[in-house]
Every structure is written in C-alpha cells, then in structure tokens.
C-alpha cells in the first residue's frame, strides 16, 4: 500500500474500515474475474446463466453495485464454483497490501438436488452444513 494510505489508515478507525471495505470488494469481484476469464464466460453469457442484465453484472464487477453474500452464491453457482472465505487479523503495523480475507472460488464438492422448491444436500451433510 502507498504511504499515503498507510498514514490514512491510522488516522481513524472510519478510514481504516474503508480500505478494509474496498479491499474486500476488489479481492472479490477479482476472483470472479480471473474465474470468469479461466472458464471463458463473458458478463452477458453470466448474465444470462444469472437471469440478471449484464448492467447489474458490471455493477457488481465494478464495485459500484453492493454485492451481498447471495449473489457471491449465485455467481458462483452460475459458474460451476463455491467460495471459500477465511479471516484473519491484520498486521499489526498498519494495513498492509495483503489480504485481510482469502478469497477463492473453486468446484463444488457438495452436491445437491431439488425437490419442488427444497435444495438439499445428496451427501456430506456436514460438509453442507
């Protein structure tokens, strides 16, 4: 990070929770990105998989748009993958450039099925849970 951003950080909590904030959003929509890009899917082939526009798919993508932890769900479930979130503490020295939270998308290994309007888990319920 820049050491303006360092001495903006420790100025106040407000700020420091931020630059928390929007390094989250970036790490986010950046995963969603590089896992769009490996499966060459386009915002308006998402979109589609999506039922949404491909407007609200560059809104989330930019970050101008709040994404809630649903549509994390169904971005991924559109792309064949899960998220896994982890959390840490910072640094104790500022904030540092690295991730406050680790960010990945990957295949999911749960899998479930459909009864009417009931999604549950065929196996690994612990996993599920």
Request: hydrophobic content about 35%.
């Amino acid at each position: 990070m820049t050491d303006f951003l360092d001495r903006w950080t420790t100025e106040n909590s407000d700020n420091a929770r931020l630059v928390a904030q929007e390094r989250l959003i970036t790490q986010v929509t950046e995963a969603i990105w590089k896992e769009m890009e490996d499966a060459g899917v386009t915002k308006t082939e998402l979109s589609d998989r999506m039922g949404t526009s491909k407007g609200y798919i560059s809104q989330i993508l930019s970050g101008s748009r709040n994404m809630t932890l649903r549509t994390l769900a169904d971005i991924c479930f559109a792309l064949g993958r899960e998220a896994n979130i982890s959390l840490r503490r910072p640094q104790a020295e500022g904030w540092i450039s690295e991730s406050i939270a680790k960010v990945t998308l990957g295949r999911p290994k749960v899998r479930y099925k459909r009864t009417g309007n009931v999604v549950s888990p065929m196996d690994h319920w612990k996993t599920a849970a």
